[in-house]
């Protein structure tokens, strides 16, 4: 019709900077298939405007490039972070306000106004922090933070229908969740409970001294992991902020007899190029599987309706594996950035090197190598799955199986699938509990999920594609 401004004309809307706009026009990389905050286990999404069509691609592109830009700048902070602010440089405090000054800048430079609703979170939990008793500080942080991040999903999904939430904030929304709830439940183990009703674990993580604001705001939102993550522990990152951390993960491994002035410095520099390298690889590998494979093929008539069920299967298979390396290259670079700070050091391994995988979120070569459903969960999403595991399944005293699953859903979002995906994760761990030696293909599972997803999508809204699938 005359009266509708042509595609190219569309009003060009984006809540984060717009400053890098040059640069994703130059670059024009298709990356619209949910490189951008891999945290959930794989949304991939193409977002629609108000009347319905796909987004521009403009915006996506800027998302990305806004994204990445402050991934890498990130990286160059932690090597500056490191040398200039060094703990024997600096004191904690200085560390502790740069880490959060940079990582507030990062927030609003990705989402613009959307941010408030991160530091909304965080200044509520506070408050319930420093107002709450600590026999019941984790249930009140607990409802109120993972209420505000369903609250966050279903008004994204359901009642905007991103026509005006461009920008998905919800990724850092999901971390600072999980950091807040951690901090929360090991505050609770270290102040409101005895010792003897503590495990090991729940024992070394609990925190006897209520976090200064500072401290709290340097937690949630330092720049190292404010925009990807992942989920560590709070005396983990007081003793990095410190600069006793390399030197607690020593003295509790092979290097306890030894005094603390002799004990090295690590060098977390062949880690990260390592992690680079990983990186780099992981991007060029899903930039040429995806063009390869689009995943909106899923979404179109013809593949859902005219296509028989094997080759739907067979390309959802290979869809779900082209999509992982988005998930290798986000969750390796945010742990190169934290290394590169020198945070994450786990101590040393049989044979004497030193290791850094403290906050490493996967294992490339246990997950595609997994011959069972246990062994790609204990390597895929790992800092969540710790999560899952300290804020739920050591303390719920029935069902711990499904009541964790279940959690992994609502923090995942509102989509039907993520409920499809990991309540039938449930009997496929149940089953492999009770058959140790049979293998579980997960990604079959997931492809299954995927489809599943797809269909009711087209089902509930009659689009000729889907905008989100879970993988």
């Known amino acids: 019709m005359a009266g509708e401004p042509a595609p190219s004309l569309r009003p060009y809307r984006t809540t984060g900077s717009t400053c890098l706009h040059p640069l994703s026009e130059l670059l024009g990389i298709p990356l619209d298939q949910g490189l951008l905050l891999g945290h959930r286990m794989g949304t991939s999404k193409v977002e629609p405007d108000v009347a319905g069509q796909p987004e521009d691609k403009k915006v996506v592109l800027d998302r990305h490039v806004n994204f990445v830009a402050c991934q890498l700048f990130a990286l160059l902070a932690a090597l500056w972070f490191r040398i200039y602010l060094h703990p024997s440089k600096s004191s904690s405090q200085v560390r502790h306000a740069f880490a959060t000054m940079l990582g507030i800048y990062f927030v609003i430079f990705c989402f613009g106004w959307y941010s408030l609703h991160l530091f909304m979170l965080v200044l509520m939990c506070y408050g319930i922090m420093v107002t709450a008793s600590v026999s019941c500080i984790h249930r009140y942080t607990f409802f109120v933070a993972m209420g505000y991040l369903t609250i966050c999903h279903i008004s994204r999904i359901y009642i905007f229908h991103y026509g005006v939430l461009t920008t998905d904030f919800s990724g850092p929304l999901m971390i600072i969740t999980q950091k807040i709830t951690t901090l929360a439940f090991q505050v609770h183990d270290g102040l409101g409970r005895k010792a003897e009703d503590l495990s090991a674990e729940q024992h070394r993580l609990a925190v006897k001294v209520k976090p200064s604001f500072l401290e709290y705001l340097s937690y949630l939102l330092n720049f190292m992991s404010v925009i990807a993550g992942p989920c560590n522990h709070f005396k983990d990152y007081v003793a990095f902020i410190e600069g006793r951390h390399t030197h607690m993960k020593l003295l509790e491994g092979t ?128 800092q969540t799955a710790a999560w899952l595991k300290c804020v739920c399944y050591e303390r719920v005293p029935w069902c711990p199986t499904v009541l964790t699953f279940i959690l992994s859903a609502l923090w ?50 009659g689009s000729p594609f889907a905008q989100h699938l879970v993988s």
């Open 412 to 461: 995942h979002g509102v989509y039907p699938g993520y409920y499809f995906t990991f309540l039938t994760g449930v009997l496929v761990t149940l089953a492999a509990r009770a058959s140790p030696g049979f293998p579980v293909n997960v990604v079959l599972l997931e492809a299954l999920s995927t489809q599943a997803w797809v269909k009711e999508e087209k089902e509930l809204q």
């Open 255 to 382: 290097w306890k007899h030894k005094g603390f002035h002799g004990l090295p410095e690590p060098s977390p520099t062949g880690a990260v190029v390592h992690k680079l390298c990983i990186t780099l690889a992981s991007l060029l590998l899903f930039l040429t599987l995806t063009k390869t494979f689009p995943v909106t093929c899923l979404a179109e008539d013809w593949f859902v309706h005219q296509a028989d069920f094997p080759t739907r299967l067979c390309y959802l298979y290979i869809v779900m594996q082209a999509s992982k390396p988005k998930y290798y290259f986000a969750w390796t670079l945010a742990d190169a950035v934290n290394n590169a700070a020198g945070f994450g050091f786990s101590g040393v391994d049989k044979d004497g090197k030193f290791c850094w995988d403290l906050l490493s979120n996967l294992n490339i070569w246990k997950i595609e190598t997994a011959t069972s459903f246990k062994m790609y969960l204990e390597n895929w999403n790992i």
